[in-house]
């Protein structure tokens, strides 16, 4: 399995041609290969590929890249282009052993026409939130032998705040555990937990990330949602795509914002 983070692809060597770091990378990994092509053609990386899957016969190969969306924002800024994605595609096509597994923050429509066009083939997966005993179970069973470290109702109350945001359920459970630690307990009180809920809003940059992805008539919908909520909201573009990605849910017609955390940071910080 190779492993490639794009969020820092502006700052790679290859960031002009990204096809060449996933040849660096699998190389890297697989040293007895050939070295890969110096070469901007993304066609010469994809044959380099297509010989590595003659030479590693019993293997298959998984490419996961991370924050794929960061490619579109180097098109944008004009120190890459969407070659890149041909690239894509023409691998999809013709690997037979290699798989390429593209992990981004949003659905494809929403980075272009140069996304949808191209990678038509994809299979879409979304990963959405935990139902409350998967939150439970990653909260309470970590690993063998984790102590019962919340107080009463914690468990209960960081599953409702996050709405079992893989994320976030992770970040408060690790702010709490950090807290406990710097005093040498094992049992937390709701006051700590309360710290550790306010420290989620404040240590990540994710809330803003999550915002600032927004268009402006979305904002302008979430912002109405912080200020009142339940709502009925009219029917309209932006609300349609905040219900798909899952900012915004619906119950005998009213409106809510999913989780109640990006709901007190938009009052507190948009």
Same mark, same amino acid.
């Given at each position: 399995?190779?492993?490639?983070? #794009? ?17 660096? /990378? ?5 040293? +007895? ?27 298959? !190969? ?5 924050? !794929? ?17 041909? #690239?894509?595609?023409? &691998? ?22 140069? @996304? ?14 935990? &139902?409350?005993?998967?939150?439970? +179970? ?10 019962? !470290? ?22 408060? +459970? ?16 709701? /006051? ?14 994710? #809330?803003?990330?999550? @915002? ?53 940071? !938009?009052?507190?910080?948009?």
């Amino acid at each position: 399995m190779v492993r490639i983070n #794009f969020q820092q692809l502006s700052g790679n060597p290859h960031r002009e041609a990204p096809h060449r770091w996933i040849a660096a /990378a699998l190389h890297e990994v697989r040293p +007895a290969l050939p070295s890969p092509p110096d070469s901007a053609a993304w066609s010469d990386t994809l044959t380099w590929l297509q010989n590595a899957e003659a030479v590693l016969t019993r293997e298959h !190969i998984l490419i996961a890249i991370d924050e !794929i969306e960061r490619l579109q924002t180097g098109i944008e800024e004009g120190w890459t282009s969407a070659a890149f994605l041909d #690239f894509l595609r023409a &691998a999809g096509d013709s690997l037979r052993r290699t798989r390429l597994l593209l992990v981004c923050a949003h659905p494809l429509h929403r980075l272009g026409r140069a @996304w949808t066009d191209r990678l038509i083939s994809v299979i879409h997966r979304e990963i959405t939130y935990l &139902a409350p005993e998967e939150a439970e +179970a990653l909260l309470c069973d970590p690993m063998p032998g984790f102590p019962e !470290i919340y107080p009463p109702g914690g468990v209960a109350r960081i599953v409702r705040d996050t709405n079992g945001h893989p994320y976030l359920v992770q970040l408060v +459970a690790d702010a709490l555990i950090r807290n406990l630690n710097g005093r040498s307990s094992l049992s937390a009180k709701e /006051a700590d937990l309360t710290r550790a809920l306010d420290r989620a809003l404040t240590d990540t940059p994710f #809330f803003q990330e999550l @915002w600032s992805d927004r268009t402006e008539e979305e904002r302008e919908l979430l912002l109405r949602l912080a200020e009142r909520e339940p709502l009925t909201l009219e029917a309209s573009t932006a609300l349609k795509e905040l219900v798909h990605g899952g900012y915004v849910t619906i119950a005998a017609d009213q409106h809510r914002i999913a989780v109640p955390l990006f709901r007190t940071w !938009i009052q507190e910080h948009a």
